[in-house]
């Protein structure tokens, strides 16, 4: 880990930086306790490299508010679900960090804790990174690298009409959770309400169940913009078009609780976003491969639609006809 | 490249982000356009990944009216300035960028521009990244990806007492630069100050020389806190004393202009940082081979100092009497 010529100034913070983070690096021999330019990442013979980056920003991703401890979570998550959507073996992350002054040991102790108690989840480990002040908001990078055995990533693109459309557990819930944080009333029970936030703050990467899916699921990806819209480039990027029926797309009794199962609430939960969640395509024939992955991944996995000739996404009612989305996730497009 | 739920609102943003980062990607099919979730890289059989990353942030690393293709230019080489010290082939970058609403079209296509030259320049393409808004300063990561033959990586460590010190090109040049873009008045000619300048705001990543010091170098780093603090950082992870000639550290005709060439103007140019030239030891057997090497590369390499035991980093002067630094670099140490 490389400090820049800037700093803050905060005595002693770089020794607790040092003190914190270089106990995350200690596993792997390539971090060289990050007292070295660049770090060393060897792979199995016959793997590739995959990876990904992600920038969070405080008020934009995260609040000031939130405990550090989430927030390294879920940065670190984040990153871990994309390395999941490609089947790939998660193996190390690299952090850059940009402090603001209102940073203090107390909320860097915290934030490396939450990246201790996740690298043991996950069994990745810290492998570089940057550490620097900024005058704006505190903001964070991770890199996040894994391997694959070479030619069998999962992609978006290769969903072939006659392919079934599945998606791991519940949809909707992270939503829900960030409306609950911005101060919607409900008649929630507290546990119901706790649930759905933790689903917002703390994703969980469906990392086995990606490496499940190697050589059986044909398009992949995980539903971060909303599943409408990453359904939408699954679509645009295979060339073909995906259906949805609303009835099948799962949600999850907390969820019911507090939106209800009408065709209104289905549609929130499929443009809300940042579930974490594997989308993915496949033949009728690997049906049975998917409820095996998914027993072996602890995880719920549903068929929720099917894909066909033509272009976009297509919500289907109780009736099987077409219903209306206006804004079918976060990005625009 | 994916994006942020919460990007920045401009109209056709994210349209140009697609129209000018993709075709940087478009040369390694490993980066799927930028329309993945992650992203491959295949090495070479034998070979190991090298990477490191870097965070740049408006108002400390750089100005908010600092051309954007300088700032795209330096973001991108001061990592591959990384890669150079590992003796790495710098083959791709990640590249996370948090936008303020003051960035606009022209400014985007003036940054796109920049890394689209240094690409070409050191034969290295964009792989994927990250754009989101932000509400505090620009703010950028790259990542940089290299690779070595397995277990040839040049290290910080293996600096042995009897080996020799060498720098490449000429140092402080880049401080004086930061000095005279900050107002400081002088009598030097236009052409020596834009050198001067051209220093600070464009390192010169050595990598040719760099991957040239394979299997020659006992220990090597690039040089960005300042030469003294950086050689310190030799020194400690090396377990070795470092001590320096200051009538060997070779300055450049514009920075002896400015400063002049007696002690005090040295010991400035060894603590100023930025420099972003190659610092390395090797035993005496290896000059004529370290010789090869900068020829090959372009760059000239002169003998500092040597490698004895003991700890720390040492001055000497005209008489051979050790020098006080009161403060070696930017780093805090």
Redesign the interface.
């Known amino acids: 880990m ?6 803050p100034p905060r005595l002693g913070e ?1 020794a607790l930086i040092a003190k914190l983070f270089a106990p995350l690096a200690a596993k792997d021999e ?1 971090a ?1 306790g990050l ?9 199995p ?1 016959g793997d ?10 405080e ?3 995260f609040l000031r508010d939130d405990p550090p401890r989430l927030i390294a979570k879920k940065a670190l998550r984040v990153n871990l679900s ?2 999941a ?2 089947g ?1 073996h998660a193996k190390n992350y ?5 402090l603001p002054d209102w940073i203090d040991n107390a909320w860097l102790t915290d934030f490396a804790a939450g990246l201790d108690e996740d690298q043991a989840r996950y069994g990745v480990s810290l ?4 550490t ?6 505190l ?1 964070l ?1 991770v ?4 391997s694959i055995p ?1 030619g069998r ?1 999962l ?3 290769g969903a072939r009409p006659g392919d079934l459309v599945f998606v791991s557990g519940t949809i909707g819930d992270a939503g829900a959770g960030l409306e609950l944080l911005r101060g919607k009333a409900s008649n929630l029970p507290a546990d119901a309400r706790d649930y759905l936030i933790r689903r917002y703050r703390l994703p969980e990467p469906r990392l086995s169940l990606g490496r499940g899916l190697i050589g059986i699921a044909s398009a992949a ?2 539903v ?2 909303g599943l409408v819209a990453d359904l939408g ?1 699954i679509a ?2 295979s060339d073909v078009r995906i259906s949805i029926d609303v009835r099948l797309v799962p949600l999850s009794g907390e969820l019911v609780s507090l939106w209800g199962s009408a065709t209104p609430a289905v549609l929130r939960a499929a443009t809300a ?2 579930d974490y969640e594997l989308a993915f395509t496949a033949p009728p024939a690997a049906q049975s491969a998917i409820a095996d992955a998914a027993r072996a991944a602890g995880i719920a996995v549903k068929q929720i639609g099917r894909v066909e000739q033509g272009g976009g996404v297509e919500l289907l009612d109780e009736a099987g006809k077409g219903i209306a989305v206006d804004r079918p996730g ?4």
Do not use: I, Q, W, Y
């Open positions: 490389t400090s820049s010529n800037s700093e770089f390539g060289f007292k070295d330019d660049a770090a060393r990442l060897r792979l013979p590739e490299l995959v990876v990904t980056v992600d920038a969070l920003v008020g934009v991703h994309d390395l959507a490609k790939a690299l952090l850059a960090l940009c492998l570089g990174g940057d620097t002040s900024t005058p704006g908001p903001t990078s890199t996040a690298l894994g070479s990533m992609r978006r693109k990806l995980d971060s913009d480039h645009e990027v976003g940042d976060f990005t625009h497009f």
